[in-house]
C-alpha cells in the first residue's frame, strides 16, 4: 500500500512564507505588530534626534567644517542648508540605519509574496512610496559618509503606522472570531487621522522654519493646533514661503479628508442607533436583563409590557433587551428616550432567527425570553410561524433559558410545547367571551385579576362607586406556602372551605385554591373534603401579598385570646371577631336536614335554594343567622352530591320542561378535538352526531324543516356569536357552554353568525354538542342578524374580524366593528352585546354620547389616573367596566405577569375552563334577589355559601342606576316645569317603554318626571320649550299652562315616537321581508317596567335613547366582609367539582345520596362516576 500526500500548493518556499506573513491569522498578526511597534520607533527616533539638534552650532554635512547661520527677515533669499542638513549623532544614525533596513527588507518580501503579475502596481502604492522615502536613504549613507546628515523626513512614517494599525485591528478581530465593530474602527481612524495630520505639520513646519524662525517643536505643535481648531491667535507664523506653502497644503488636506472620515463616522453612529449596538457581555454577566423578541414593535405594546413588567419591586434592577427586526418606531424612540426607560431598556435591531444577533442580545445569559406575535397581521397563521420559528431559533442557541411565548392559533400551540409558559391569544379570547354569557363582564374581572395594580384607582373620586371599583380592582392573586403563612397556618388540619371563610373574614383575603407539595396540578376549591397539611401551597386573592402585610389586632380580638365568650363553640371559635361570635350563637344545634341533596340552582340564576331563609331562625324579632363552617366535612352534608342528583334529574325528563322531541343528552368527552393540544373536557353531548345539514339554521333539510330560530321553540335565550371565520378557536366558545357541570336545563342555544362558510373538519367537531348552529352572514347586515333568531337572543358576542385587525391609519381598525355595534344598540335596546375590539383606547367610543358630561368626566379621570402611572387608566370607562367590551391584548400582561407568578396561566385557564383538573372547581355565577336580602353582608354570604354548598366567592358584579346628565342641572331642573300629562291618553302611549323604563330605574324620585326628563336628549325642542315654560310661570294662568303643556309634550312625543317608531317600522319590515314573523320584535319594542328591571337587574340595559337615566355596573373583586349586598348584586363563584369525590367516596356517602342517584340511568352513572 502507497501513502499518497495530498498539498494545497503549500509546499513551496514561497507558499509557505505567504502562509507564516499573509494567510495564517495569528502570526500576520504579530508580523503586523511587529510592524507597527518599528513604525513608532521611527518616530520616536526622529523626535529625539529634533530635541538634540540646534542649527546655531552649525550647519553641514557629516564630517564638513560647520558654517553658522541667522535668520534675516529683510532679506527675501532663503538658506537653505538649515533645511538639508541637520545634526544626526553616530548612535542614533546606527539605530535608524537599522530599523531602516529591517522596513525595507519586510516591504521588499511582502512586495515579493503579494505579486501577481503587474509590479508597477506594487511599486506606485503609496505606502511603498513612503517605505522607500524613509529607508533607502540610509541605506546609502551607509556606503557614502557625507550624507549621514542628511534630512529624510522620517515623521511621514506616522501614515504607515496608522495603515499597520487598521491592518492590525481587523487581523485581530479575525483571530479571535468575534465580528468587529465597524464603529470603533472608524472612530479610531478618525482619531488617528487627526493625529497623523497634527504630528506631520509640526514635524514639517519646524523643520522649515530651521531656515527662518528657528521654532521649537512645541511651538510648532501649539501652531497647528490653534490653525486647524480655526482660533487663529497670530502670534506665532511662518516667517519663509515654504513653510506657509506647508500650512496651506495642510489645511486643504485637512478640509478634504477630515469631512470624509466625520461623514463616515456620523453614518455608522446614525447605523448603530437603529441598530442598537450591543449589550456587553460584561454587563450580561454582572446584571439581569430579558429579552423582547417582536416582529414589530408598536408604542402600545411596548408600554403595557414596561409597566406591568416594572410593577413588581424586585425587577427593578433588570434590563430589558428589544430585539426586533425592524427599525425604531419614531413614538418608540422618543419614549425610550425618557431617562425612566433610556437607562433601562435597550434597543437592538436584528433577528432572532441570526446567532448573530442573538450573541449581540446575550441571549444565553438572558434570565427569560418573551417571544410575542403580531396579532395586528392580515395573516395570523403566518405570524404564527414566525413565532415558532423564533421560538425554536432561541432554544437551539440558549436551551437554559425560559422562554415565554404567545401564539395565536391554538392550532399551532403544540410547536412550542417545549417552552416554560405559553398563552394562545384564540383559545382565551373564545373562553372569556363563552363565561361572558353566563357570569356577567368576566372579561373585566379576568383582566383586573392578572394587571398590577395598587388599587389606589379613583381614590380621589367623588364617585362612591369609583373609589370601591377602583379599591377592589387592586386585589391579585399570591401564593404561600401553608407552613410559613400568618393567614393560613392556624387552618393546619381543617377542611379548605373552613379555611376560606375564616382567613376572609379574619384577614379580608379569599383563598382561591391550593397546591399539594406531590402534584403539581393547581386545584381550585377543592371542597370540603380536603384538609389542608402545611406542605400546601396557597393561593389566595387580595390587595398584597402576605410579605407586605401588617397585622394590627383589635381590641375584641385580644379580649377574645383571653378567654372571652364562645369559647366552647367550636374549635377555631376563639380567634374570631366577637360579633361573629354573637351572630353564631345559637345556630351550632341547627337542624342539618336543611343541607340534604336537594336540587341547588346554579348559573346566573343559583341561590334560590343555597340562600333560603332558614324557618326555625326566622320567625319573630330575632335576626336570621347562618350555620358555620364545619371545621372537617359531615359526609352526608355535602354539596356535590346534591349537583349530580340535580344534573341527573335534568337528564331524566327533558322533553317535559321543553315540550320538544325528546333528546337524550350524554355526559362524555368531545370525540373530534378541531386541533392538536385541546385539553380534554366532560361536556353534554349529542348521543349520535347531527347531519351537517340539521346544523344550518336558517335552512331546512329532510331531517327538519325549521328556517327561523322561532321554529326551533327553544327554552332559552339564544347566544349569538359574530365572527369572520369558524377558526378553531371558536370550538373553545362552545365547550365552556357545554360543560358537564352546566345543568342541562341551563344550556342556551348557540347560533354561529359566520361571513365564510366553515369547513367540514370545524363541523365535524361541533356535531356532536346539542343546539349548536350556524348561518352564514354578518353582524353588519339586517337580514343576517333577523335570520338568525336576534330577536330571541340575550347575548351577542362581536368577534374582532381578523381582515379589519390592520388598517392605514392607527386605531382605525375597530372603525366597522363599532359602528355596526352602536347600530344595533339603537334596533334591539334589549341585547346584550359583548365587543371584542382590536385597540382597547377604542372602547370609549362604545355607547358613545357626544354631549354627556359625565362621560367627559369620565375621560378626564381616565387622563388623570394615567398620569399618575395607572397601567389600567381605561378601568372606569362605563363599557370596560360593565363588562361589555373587551381586547385581547389586555391579556398580554397574563404572560409578562407568569414572570414573577409562575402559576398565573394555569389558574386563568382553570377559571375559564380551558382545562379541567381532576377535583378543581370552576367559575360561575349567582343572582341575590330580594328574599337573599336577609343574610345583608358579603361576610355572612361568604358564610352561608361555605356551610351550605362548599362554594367560594371571590367578587360581586353590581348594577346601579345612575343619571347621566347632559346639560347642566340648571337647565335640567327648569325643562322638567311641564310634568302630569297623565290624562292624556296619546301622550301615555308615547310614553312606550322610555318613559316607564326612566321612571323604574329611578325609583320615586325619577317617576314623575319621567317624560319631562326625556327631553334632556333633545337640546332643540328644549330651547323652544323653556320660553314656553318661563310664560306660564310669569302668567299663573291655569287653563293657558294646561294647553301650553300638553303641545310641548306632545311635539316632544310624537319626536321620541319617531325616531323608535322608524327604527321600530324598518326592523318588521325586513322581517316581513324575510317571511319571518314580528310577534318576537313587538315584544321587544314594547318593553314593560318589570321587563326592562329584569334586563337592568342583569347589567343588560342599553338605552340609547334616554341619555338621563341609565344603569352602569362595575366588578368589585373580594370586597370586604362588611360590604352589603344590594339587590340584583351576581355574586362569582368558584364551585367545586361535584366528579372530584364521587369515585372514592364512602359507602356511606353513596347510601345517604342513593334515592337520587337511583333514578339515574346506568350510563350516565357510569360516565359521571368516570
Not at 561 to 585: C, D, N, T, W
Not at 794 to 799: K, Q
Amino acid at each position: 500500500m502507497v501513502q499518497v500526500e495530498f498539498y494545497v500548493n503549500e509546499n513551496t518556499f514561497k507558499e509557505r512564507l505567504k502562509l507564516f506573513f499573509i494567510k495564517n491569522q495569528r502570526s500576520s498578526l504579530r508580523i503586523r505588530l511587529f510592524n507597527f511597534s518599528l513604525k513608532l520607533l521611527t518616530c520616536l527616533l526622529y523626535i529625539v534626534r529634533v530635541l538634540l539638534d540646534d542649527p546655531a552650532l552649525g550647519i553641514g554635512c557629516w564630517g564638513c567644517p560647520k558654517q553658522n547661520y541667522t535668520f534675516n527677515e529683510s532679506s527675501s533669499e532663503i538658506n537653505w542648508a538649515p533645511i538639508l542638513w541637520v545634526e544626526r549623532r553616530t548612535a542614533l544614525w546606527a539605530i535608524q540605519v537599522t530599523v531602516a533596513i529591517i522596513s525595507f527588507l519586510e516591504t521588499t518580501l511582502l512586495i515579493y509574496l503579494s505579486y501577481k503579475g503587474n509590479i508597477w502596481e506594487q511599486i506606485f502604492r503609496v505606502a511603498f512610496i513612503l517605505e522607500m522615502i524613509n529607508t533607502l536613504p540610509f541605506i546609502i549613507t551607509i556606503f557614502w559618509p557625507p550624507l549621514r546628515n542628511l534630512f529624510i523626513p522620517v515623521f511621514l512614517n506616522c501614515w504607515l503606522a496608522k495603515h499597520a494599525l487598521e491592518n492590525m485591528i481587523n487581523d485581530f478581530h479575525r483571530a479571535i472570531l468575534r465580528t468587529q465593530s465597524a464603529m470603533f474602527n472608524q472612530v479610531l481612524i478618525l482619531f488617528c487621522t487627526l493625529l497623523c495630520l497634527v504630528f506631520t505639520g509640526t514635524c514639517g513646519i519646524q523643520h522649515l522654519e530651521r531656515a527662518g524662525g528657528n521654532l521649537s517643536l512645541l511651538t510648532s505643535f501649539y501652531f497647528c493646533i490653534v490653525t486647524f481648531s480655526t482660533v487663529g491667535y497670530g502670534d506665532v507664523t511662518p516667517k519663509i514661503w515654504p513653510s506657509q506653502l506647508l500650512v496651506v497644503v495642510m489645511i486643504c488636506v485637512a478640509l478634504v479628508v477630515l469631512p470624509l472620515q466625520f461623514e463616515e463616522l456620523v453614518y455608522l453612529w446614525m447605523e448603530r442607533q437603529k441598530s442598537g449596538g450591543n449589550y456587553s457581555r460584561h454587563r450580561a454577566q454582572t446584571e439581569k436583563h430579558v429579552i423582547l423578541c417582536v416582529s414589530s414593535l408598536k408604542i402600545d405594546l411596548l408600554m403595557d409590557f414596561l409597566n406591568e413588567f416594572y410593577a413588581h419591586p424586585r425587577l427593578q434592577d433588570y434590563y430589558v433587551v428589544i430585539l426586533c427586526p425592524t427599525e425604531m418606531d419614531i413614538q418608540v424612540r422618543r419614549v425610550l428616550q425618557i431617562p425612566l426607560w433610556s437607562q433601562r431598556v435597550i434597543y437592538l435591531q436584528g433577528s432572532a432567527l441570526k446567532d448573530q444577533d442573538l450573541m449581540r442580545a446575550k441571549m444565553d445569559n438572558g434570565e427569560a425570553c418573551f417571544i410575542l406575535s403580531s396579532r395586528n397581521e392580515v395573516d395570523r397563521t403566518a405570524a404564527d410561524h414566525q413565532t415558532i420559528l423564533r421560538a425554536w431559533a432561541v432554544k437551539d442557541f440558549a436551551p437554559n433559558c425560559p422562554l415565554y411565548v404567545q401564539i395565536l392559533k391554538p392550532e399551532n400551540k403544540f410547536h412550542v410545547k417545549f417552552a416554560e409558559h405559553v398563552v394562545c391569544e384564540e383559545e382565551c379570547k373564545y373562553a372569556l367571551l363563552a363565561l361572558s354569557c353566563i357570569c356577567p363582564a368576566t372579561p373585566t374581572l379576568i383582566t383586573l385579576l392578572v394587571h398590577t395594580s395598587r388599587g389606589q384607582e379613583g381614590q380621589d373620586s367623588p364617585e362612591q362607586w369609583q373609589r370601591m371599583y377602583g379599591r377592589c380592582s387592586g386585589n391579585e392573586v399570591y401564593h404561600v406556602r401553608m407552613g410559613d403563612s400568618k393567614f393560613f397556618r392556624e387552618y393546619e388540619g381543617k377542611s379548605f372551605t373552613y379555611a376560606a371563610f375564616h382567613a376572609h373574614k379574619k384577614y379580608g383575603v379569599c383563598l382561591i385554591g391550593l397546591k399539594r407539595e406531590e402534584n403539581k396540578s393547581i386545584l381550585l376549591n377543592p371542597g370540603p373534603r380536603h384538609i389542608l397539611a402545611a406542605s400546601d401551597t396557597c393561593f389566595y386573592i387580595n390587595i398584597t401579598k402576605e410579605e407586605n402585610s401588617a397585622f394590627i389586632f383589635k381590641q375584641e380580638e385580644k379580649q377574645k385570646k383571653k378567654g372571652f365568650a364562645g369559647q366552647g363553640l367550636y374549635e377555631g371559635s376563639s380567634r374570631l371577631p366577637v360579633h361573629s361570635i354573637i351572630a353564631s350563637m345559637g345556630t351550632v344545634a341547627m337542624d342539618l336536614q336543611n343541607t340534604e341533596c336537594q336540587p341547588a340552582q346554579s348559573g346566573g340564576g343559583g341561590g334560590g335554594s343555597k340562600l333560603a331563609l332558614p324557618t326555625e331562625n326566622g320567625s319573630g324579632s330575632r335576626r336570621p343567622s347562618i350555620a358555620p363552617v364545619l371545621e372537617v366535612a359531615d359526609s352526608s352534608t355535602l354539596l356535590p352530591c346534591d349537583l349530580l342528583s340535580d344534573q341527573s334529574e335534568d337528564e331524566m325528563a327533558p322533553s317535559d320542561e321543553e315540550g320538544l322531541s325528546v333528546v337524550e343528552y350524554v355526559k362524555g368527552y368531545p370525540p373530534n378535538s378541531p386541533y392538536i393540544g385541546s385539553s380534554p373536557t366532560l361536556c353534554h353531548l349529542l348521543p349520535v352526531k347531527a347531519p351537517f345539514c340539521c346544523l344550518r339554521l336558517d335552512k331546512g333539510c329532510k331531517h327538519n324543516s325549521y328556517e327561523d330560530a322561532k321554529a326551533y321553540g327553544f327554552k332559552n335565550k339564544l347566544i349569538i356569536v359574530s365572527a369572520e371565520t369558524a377558526g378553531n378557536g371558536l370550538y373553545n366558545f362552545i365547550v365552556p357552554l357545554r360543560a358537564y357541570y352546566r345543568p342541562r336545563r341551563e344550556l342556551n342555544p348557540i347560533v354561529l353568525l359566520l361571513d365564510n362558510k366553515p369547513d367540514h373538519h370545524f363541523l365535524e367537531a361541533i356535531c356532536c354538542f346539542p343546539m349548536v348552529y350556524y348561518m352564514e352572514g354578518s353582524v353588519d347586515n339586517l337580514d343576517s342578524l333577523l335570520q338568525c333568531g336576534i330577536i330571541y337572543a340575550d347575548n351577542l358576542v362581536v368577534v374582532d374580524k381578523e381582515s379589519t385587525m390592520s388598517a392605514e391609519e392607527d386605531y382605525m381598525a375597530d372603525a366597522k366593528t363599532i359602528v355596526s355595534v352602536q347600530t344595533m344598540f339603537r334596533l334591539f335596546p334589549s341585547l346584550s352585546i359583548t365587543t371584542e375590539l382590536t385597540h382597547p383606547s377604542n372602547m370609549r367610543f362604545m355607547q358613545f354620547r357626544a354631549k354627556d358630561s359625565y362621560s367627559l368626566a369620565l375621560s378626564k379621570l381616565e387622563k388623570r389616573e394615567r398620569e399618575n402611572g395607572s397601567n389600567l387608566a381605561f378601568m372606569f370607562r362605563l363599557p370596560f367596566a360593565a363588562g361589555r367590551v373587551f381586547s385581547i391584548s389586555m391579556l398580554d400582561t397574563l404572560l409578562y405577569q407568569s414572570f414573577v407568578k409562575d402559576y398565573m396561566i394555569p389558574i386563568t385557564r382553570l377559571l375559564l375552563g380551558l382545562d379541567t383538573t381532576p377535583g378543581s372547581g370552576y367559575l360561575c355565577a349567582m343572582k341575590v334577589t330580594e328574599d337573599d336580602l336577609w343574610i345583608r353582608t358579603y361576610g355572612r354570604l361568604f358564610q352561608k355559601l361555605c356551610s351550605s354548598s362548599a362554594e367560594i366567592p371571590i367578587g360581586i358584579y353590581r348594577t346601579e342606576c345612575h343619571v347621566f346628565s347632559s346639560e347642566p342641572h340648571n337647565l335640567r331642573a327648569q325643562s322638567q316645569v311641564s310634568v302630569s300629562v297623565e290624562d292624556r291618553e296619546d301622550t301615555r302611549e308615547a310614553k312606550g317603554p322610555w318613559g316607564s323604563r326612566a321612571g323604574t330605574g329611578g325609583g320615586g324620585a325619577h317617576g314623575p318626571h319621567a317624560v319631562g326628563g326625556g327631553s334632556a336628549e333633545h337640546p332643540l325642542l328644549r330651547r323652544k320649550s323653556l320660553p314656553w315654560a318661563r310664560r306660564l310661570s310669569r302668567k299663573g294662568a291655569r287653563h293657558a299652562g294646561k294647553a301650553a303643556e300638553w303641545i310641548s309634550q306632545q311635539r316632544l312625543s310624537l319626536y321620541q315616537r319617531s325616531e323608535r317608531q322608524e327604527l321600530s317600522e324598518l326592523v318588521k319590515n325586513r322581517m316581513k321581508h324575510l317571511g319571518l314573523p314580528t310577534t318576537g320584535y313587538e315584544d321587544v319594542a314594547n318593553l314593560t317596567a318589570s321587563d326592562v328591571m329584569n334586563r337592568v337587574n342583569l347589567g343588560y340595559l342599553q338605552d340609547e335613547m334616554n341619555d338621563q337615566q341609565n344603569t352602569l355596573s362595575y366588578v368589585l373583586i373580594n370586597p370586604p366582609p362588611d360590604t352589603r349586598l344590594e339587590p340584583n348584586d351576581i355574586v362569582y363563584l368558584i364551585r367545586s367539582d361535584p366528579l372530584a369525590h364521587v369515585a372514592s367516596s364512602s359507602r356511606s356517602r353513596k347510601s345517604s345520596c342513593s334515592n337520587k342517584l337511583a333514578s339515574c340511568n346506568p350510563e350516565t352513572r357510569d360516565e359521571t362516576q368516570f
